[in-house]
Each structure stands twice: as structure tokens, then as C-alpha cells.
Nanobody, 126 residues
Framework: QVQLVESGGGSVQAGGSLSVSCVAS??????????IVWFRQAPGKEREGVAS????????AYADSVKGRFTISKDNAKNTVYLQMNSLKPEDTAMYYC?????????????????WGQGTQVTVSS
């Protein structure tokens, strides 16, 4: 059974930085090239894909809204994916989730994933 656990959210002022982590159990990052994705969902808004990484190849993809500010990375020894968020804006405020079990299609579509973590809150104040 795949389980994903996020941590590291918090509150920061605009322009600041935060890093969130996603630890996976039930599969090993270094054995199979799996896509792990960070999503976020703000109150009253749809869940949106933020950044994606493959666990073996390291190939990444980003939403336009975070390009140049967010960096997704992985540590296969720890079965962990990170999202480093710099130059944060109030509009980045959301619950951040990691997802796995990509079924194909558009990487940023929430419907494409089988497994989800419980989320970690990121709040950016102006």
C-alpha cells in the first residue's frame, strides 16, 4: 500500500521561502521511475498541479505560475521529494499535497493520480 506523508508547511511573509517534503512508503524511488507531483488547493479553488519529478530520471515539470520560483527535487535514499518555494506570494497560500500513482494523461490533472497525502498548509502574508 502506497502512503505519502507531507511535512514542512508553515507561515511566511511575502518574498520569503519555505520548503515542504513528501515521504513515500510502499514503493522505492530508486527502483521504478515514478512520477511524484506537488499539487495545491486554495479555498474555493480547484486543485492545481505545481511541480512534477520522476524518481529515477529526475525529469521535472512546473506550472507557469511557479516557474523560476519553485524547485522540485528528490532524495532517493530517503524516498523523499522536496518542493523549495522562494519569492513566495500571497497567492501561493494553499494546502499543498503530494501525489503518486500516475495513470497517464496530463501530469497536472488531479484525476490522473491514485495516491495522495494528507496535505500541509502554506500561508503567505502580504
Amino acid at each position: 500500500q502506497v502512503q505519502l506523508v507531507e511535512s514542512g508547511g508553515g507561515s511566511v511573509q511575502a518574498g520569503g521561502s519555505l520548503s515542504v517534503s513528501c515521504v513515500a512508503s510502499g514503493f522505492t524511488y530508486s527502483y521504478v521511475n515514478k512520477r511524484i507531483v506537488w499539487f495545491r488547493q486554495a479555498p474555493g479553488k480547484e486543485r492545481e498541479g505545481v511541480a512534477s519529478i520522476y524518481t529515477v530520471s529526475g525529469n521535472t515539470a512546473y506550472a507557469d505560475s511557479v516557474k523560476g520560483r519553485f524547485t522540485i527535487s528528490k532524495d532517493n535514499a530517503k524516498n523523499t521529494v522536496y518542493l523549495q518555494m522562494n519569492s513566495l506570494k500571497p497567492e501561493d497560500t494553499a494546502m499543498y499535497y503530494c501525489a503518486a500513482g500516475f495513470r497517464g494523461g496530463i501530469w497536472s490533472s488531479p484525476q490522473a493520480y491514485n495516491y495522495w497525502g494528507q496535505g500541509t498548509q502554506v500561508t503567505v502574508s502580504s
